[in-house]
């Protein structure tokens, strides 16, 4: 892919990009996307049973071991080209904003830090009942304090994100220069909203993914590919 040379010149010349990461990022790592048909995770399983605090009421077990499963295939992953291809990009711009829709923790595999996690991570296990963060339990998956049931420390459809990293992930759409929006539907809020806030602010938007989404007409590029490879290209092309 060819990386427009109007491009390259912004983002070199950005003090602050923000970017947004969805599961495509992660696809090339081998973790299942969401709402991509025949692969994706929710053509295969319904979220409602799965991902809810009332699925999580009616048969904790169930979830628990959903939940377990893809700890499971996220342990047995490393990021990919993208992951890496972003950590070198913040290590060059002065200031660089980490937003992330995905709970694999990948891209602190790949050196990344200060990530803003707006879905939590599914590395982390609390309690179901105060949601201290538990870090060892015995037989049965259960608070080693208080015997509640212990949970994945992801948010769930019907929870409230962050508070802490919405109100920096809104800080960061509304005064970054660049914000890049990288494999995801742009369906889940607020990924939907904070490319707008961005362009509203007067950032250039760009959006990286293998499709089209409700986003891609907003943007003032897009570039159409597969994660890794474009972001290695992007980071070559601007850095080099
Ligand atoms: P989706 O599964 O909705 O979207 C994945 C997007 O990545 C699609 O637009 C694909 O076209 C694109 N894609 C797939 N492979 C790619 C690749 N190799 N390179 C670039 N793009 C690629 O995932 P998200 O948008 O992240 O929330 O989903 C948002 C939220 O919905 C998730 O965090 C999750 C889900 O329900 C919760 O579980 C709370």
């Given at each position: 892919m060819n990386i427009p040379p109007e491009l390259i010149r912004i983002m070199q010349q950005s003090d602050h990009i923000a970017v947004l990461t969805g599961a495509g990022t992660s696809a090339e790592s081998g973790v299942p996307t969401f709402r991509?048909?025949?692969?994706?995770l929710w053509a295969q399983y319904n979220p409602m049973e799965l991902a809810t605090p009332e699925a999580f009421a009616r048969n904790p077990q169930l979830v628990w071991d959903w939940y377990a499963w893809r700890r499971e295939l996220v342990a047995q992953s490393a990021p990919n080209a993208g992951h890496y291809a972003l950590a070198a990009i913040a290590s060059h711009a002065a200031k660089f904003t980490l937003i992330t829709q995905n709970v694999d923790g990948l891209h602190q595999q790949a050196g990344?830090?200060?990530?803003?996690?707006?879905?939590?991570?599914?590395?982390r296990i609390k309690c179901s009942h105060d949601n201290d963060i538990v870090t060892e339990w015995g037989e049965q998956p259960r608070c080693p304090r208080c015997g509640s049931w212990l949970r994945p420390d992801v948010v769930w459809f019907g929870e409230d994100l962050p508070i802490d990293g919405l109100e920096a992930a809104w800080q960061a759409a509304k005064s970054c220069q660049l914000f890049l929006i990288i494999g995801t539907s742009g369906v889940v809020q607020p990924a939907a909203t904070l490319p707008r806030i961005a362009a509203e602010h007067g950032a250039t938007t760009v959006e990286i993914n293998l499709e089209d989404t409700p986003l891609s007409r907003f943007m003032d590029f897009t570039l159409r590919g597969a994660s890794g490879s474009v972001l290695d290209e992007l980071k070559t092309a601007v850095y080099a």
């Open positions: 991509d048909a025949q692969t994706g990344s830090e200060n990530v803003i996690e707006l879905h939590g991570s599914i590395r």
